[in-house]
């Protein structure tokens, strides 16, 4: 039900064109815009990383200052904002960039499964979240036919184990033992990024071929190289090794 309250005016107020139907979406009468108009805001908001405010309510009018609210917009940009939702996880602990409604398709862009839009912010939390399920997609991929690398958990148990919360993981192609042409290395740099990846952001607001390091896995295979690739950033589980081991010398 479109829950909008419209009126027929000759002009829109902000961009002077005449409109048959002027949408009230704020609690101001006055600010009754088109539907062009309503589409430039939100839109422009969506640029910004501001639209998770809308569904919280607090995303205020332009002009009149109070929360823009968000049954009352037209119905083709209601309906955009519901697929934006939809790209929310129904479970808490969300596994795969799936459970977000999202895909890597076309040239490696992470887009809508359902209307194929690029990434919208919504909030810290959220794309903390879809970063980690972005990790465990370019690791699979990794591991996959198509790359078919080499897990190996550091440091070494004498079993096979699948709780992994006190190692970290590295990644060989599958002939770096037998290749004696030469070895890339690929490090990357500080922060959240886990190996397989430069940087998690361009993983997700630009392509795979930007973030990911499957190009430098490419042409390290194209020019006879074998490869290893490092993951010096997954440390907390040594630092917590460290901070145990302090606190039982000072216990004993």
């Given at each position: 039900?479109?829950?909008?309250?419209?009126?027929?005016?000759?002009?829109?107020?902000?961009?002077?064109?005449?409109?048959?139907?002027?949408?009230?979406?704020c609690p101001n009468k006055e600010d009754s815009l088109c539907e062009p108009c309503w589409s430039k805001i939100i839109s422009g908001e969506?640029?910004?990383?501001?639209?998770?405010?809308?569904?919280?309510?607090?995303?205020?009018?332009?002009?009149?200052?109070?929360?823009?609210?968000?049954?009352?917009?037209?119905?083709?940009?209601?309906?955009?904002?519901?697929?934006?939702?939809?790209?929310?996880?129904?479970?808490?602990?969300?596994?795969?960039?799936?459970?977000?409604?999202?895909?890597?398709?076309?040239?490696?862009?992470?887009?809508?499964?359902?209307?194929?839009?690029?990434?919208?912010?919504?909030?810290?939390?959220?794309?903390?979240?879809?970063?980690?399920?972005?990790?465990?997609?370019?690791?699979?991929?990794?591991?996959?036919?198509?790359?078919?690398?080499?897990?190996?958990?550091?440091?070494?148990?004498?079993?096979?184990?699948?709780?992994?919360?006190?190692?970290?993981?590295?990644?060989t192609s599958n002939d770096f033992e037998t290749n004696e042409n030469g070895c890339l290395i690929l490090l990357q740099g500080s922060g959240?990024?886990?190996?397989?990846?430069?940087?998690?952001?361009?993983?997700?607001?630009?392509?795979?071929?930007?973030?990911?390091?499957?190009?430098?896995?490419?042409?390290?295979?194209?020019?006879?190289?074998?490869?290893?690739?490092?993951?010096?950033?997954?440390?907390?589980?040594?630092?917590?090794?460290?901070?145990?081991?302090?606190?039982?010398?000072?216990?004993?």
């Amino acid at each position: 039900m479109d829950c909008s309250l419209t009126k027929r005016a000759d002009t829109c107020p902000v961009c002077a064109e005449d409109s048959v139907t002027l949408h009230q979406c704020c609690p101001n009468k006055e600010d009754s815009l088109c539907e062009p108009c309503w589409s430039k805001i939100i839109s422009g908001e969506i640029e910004r990383g501001r639209i998770g405010l809308l569904f919280l309510q607090e995303l205020l009018c332009n002009y009149c200052n109070k929360p823009i609210e968000r049954d009352r917009l037209p119905k083709d940009l209601q309906s955009r904002l519901n697929n934006i939702l939809l790209t929310i996880p129904k479970t808490k602990t969300p596994k795969s960039i799936e459970d977000f409604n999202y895909s890597y398709k076309d040239f490696n862009h992470l887009t809508h499964s359902l209307t194929n839009e690029k990434f919208v912010f919504l909030s810290q939390r959220h794309y903390k979240a879809l970063g980690a399920c972005i990790d465990i997609y370019i690791q699979s991929v990794m591991k996959s036919d198509q790359w078919n690398y080499k897990e190996i958990w550091l440091p070494e148990k004498s079993e096979n184990v699948d709780d992994h919360h006190d190692q970290v993981n590295i990644f060989t192609s599958n002939d770096f033992e037998t290749n004696e042409n030469g070895c890339l290395i690929l490090l990357q740099g500080s922060g959240v990024v886990r190996p397989g990846q430069w940087a998690r952001s361009c993983c997700i607001n630009e392509s795979l071929d930007i973030g990911s390091m499957f190009p430098y896995m490419k042409k390290a295979k194209e020019h006879g190289l074998s490869v290893i690739i490092l993951n010096p950033n997954q440390t907390s589980y040594v630092e917590k090794q460290l901070c145990d081991s302090e606190t039982n010398e000072r216990a004993h």
